[in-house]
């Protein structure tokens, strides 16, 4: 039996607290991302908080291993995210059972996994140069003319009307406009076949049987919930770019289940970005 260490002494719900894990994060933080110990201090003290929060509401959290509560809290300031929550949040905490005996005789314990969202994943994407900005998704709806064209350049543009009022409350896409390095754009869409794809891959398998599928695709009147489609916009658009790499503990959102099974990502991944100028004819969004 392996010995006890000083992690796995400590109470889950106050993990945080401990002096080690503490300064473990706050010179993790500093290092990283060139702040002053003051600055991560004060991120520390909040993400300390919302790490409560989500533990003492879980049992199953609760459950964890020690290390693996430890190694998901230093992920976060590894990664500069947070997980605090609300409708964009970047990162939560969520659990997993793993096997640690054998195949014959199977024993499993809990382990802490830290799931970036689409938002964090955009801003770690940000962070690493990859993307300089991305505005905000715009979702479309019955009646909205969405036309992508090519000028005699061979570069890509949108033209993009919203029918406004609204004729429809009918939605059939997405599409997002990114600021890549370079002053060049890249246009990412989905539309109603993509959203009936992803639908599909969203349903757990259970040996021949099928569970139900994500219920925010059909929890707008039974179509998909707009917030949620412009979250699965902004995630299928960065399928283009270059992977970005995490610790074991972490994962990006619906990497394992979505992702594994879809298609290249909506609007060809090798479309042709833009130089210099553009014609997209909207009022332009502020970046998240």
């Known amino acids: 039996m392996a010995e006890e260490t000083w992690l796995d002494k400590l109470n889950p719900l106050k993990i945080t607290d401990n002096e080690k894990v503490k300064e473990s994060f706050i010179s993790t933080f500093s290092k990283i991302h060139k702040k002053s110990i003051d600055e991560a201090t004060m991120i520390y003290e909040k993400e300390s908080m919302y790490f409560k929060k989500a533990v003492s509401g879980s049992d199953k959290l609760q459950k964890c291993t020690r ?23 970047e990162a939560y905490l969520g659990s997993r059972g793993v096997n640690i005996g054998s195949k014959t005789e199977k ?20 962070a690493a140069g990859q993307i300089i900005r991305m505005k905000n998704p715009i979702v479309l709806y019955e009646g909205d003319h969405f036309q992508p064209l090519t000028n005699q350049r061979g570069e890509l543009y949108v033209d993009y009307k919203p029918a406004i009022p609204r004729k429809s409350q009918k939605i059939y896409g ?18 109603e076949d993509d959203i009936a794809r992803l639908m599909n891959y969203s349903i757990p398998k259970f040996g021949n049987e099928r569970g139900a599928a994500n219920a925010l695709y059909t929890a707008n009147e039974g179509q998909i919930d ?6 699965k916009t902004i995630k299928h658009a960065m399928r283009a770019y270059t992977k970005l790499r995490v610790s074991d503990i972490a994962s990006f959102e619906g990497e394992e289940t979505e ?30």
């Not at 024993?107 to 940000?126: D, F, P, Q, V």
């Not at 290249?264 to 502020?286: A, D, L, R, S, Y």
């Open 67 to 89: 290390i693996s509560l430890y190694s998901a809290f230093i992920e976060i300031a590894i990664q500069g995210i947070s997980i605090q929550p609300g409708q964009k949040s």
């Open 107 to 126: 024993k499993y314990i809990e382990t802490c996994m830290l799931s970036i969202t689409a938002y964090g994943e955009l801003n770690m994407r940000i």
């Open 174 to 191: 997405a599409w997002v406009c990114i600021e890549l390095p370079g002053n060049s754009l890249d246009f990412k869409w989905m539309l």
């Open 226 to 231: 707009p917030g949620f489609l412009e979250a």
């Open 259 to 288: 992702e594994k099974e879809a298609p290249e990502p909506f609007g060809e991944t090798e479309q042709p970005v833009i130089k210099n100028t553009v014609k997209v004819t909207i009022n332009p969004n502020e970046p998240f």
